[in-house]
Nanobody, 123 residues
Framework: QVQLVESGGGLVQPGGSLRLSCAASGRTFSSYAMGWFRQAPGKDREFVAV????????AYADSVKGRFTISRDNAKNTLYLQMNSLKPEDTAVYYC????????????????WGQGTQVTVSS
């Protein structure tokens, strides 16, 4: 098993930046593909980004492509999400998730989840 703890959320103005972190403990971090998802009030949880076990492959939702960057440091057991040019529609609770297989865009593929961190984009 792996335990996940997100941090780095907060209130930011439109056009600003934030970097989210997800600290992993337990089983070897590099054994998991990792994803970021988000959920806004009254909406379903949606895919944001995914990264392979080695970090060599990434994929993004169209809504964040070119603005967000997913990365990982397997030596530090940490996943990151750099968010630039933030928009009010990016406001949501952001979750990191771990998949023992190859990851993907479907939240049902992921076995382990963090508790989430709130990101609010507002002036």
């Amino acid at each position: 098993q792996v335990q996940l703890v997100e941090s780095g959320g907060g209130l930011v103005q439109p056009g600003g930046s934030l970097r989210l972190s997800c600290a992993a403990s337990g089983r070897t971090f590099s054994s998991y593909a990792m994803g970021w998802f988000r959920q806004a009030p009254g909406k379903d949880r949606e895919f944001v980004a995914v990264i392979s076990r080695s970090g060599g492959r990434t994929a993004y939702a169209d809504s964040v492509k070119g603005r967000f960057t997913i990365s990982r440091d397997n030596a530090k057991n940490t996943l990151y999400l750099q968010m630039n040019s933030l928009k009010p529609e990016d406001t949501a609770v952001y979750y990191c998730a771990a998949d023992e297989s190859v990851g993907g865009r479907n939240s049902k593929d992921y076995e382990y989840w963090g508790q989430g961190t709130q990101v609010t984009v507002s002036s």
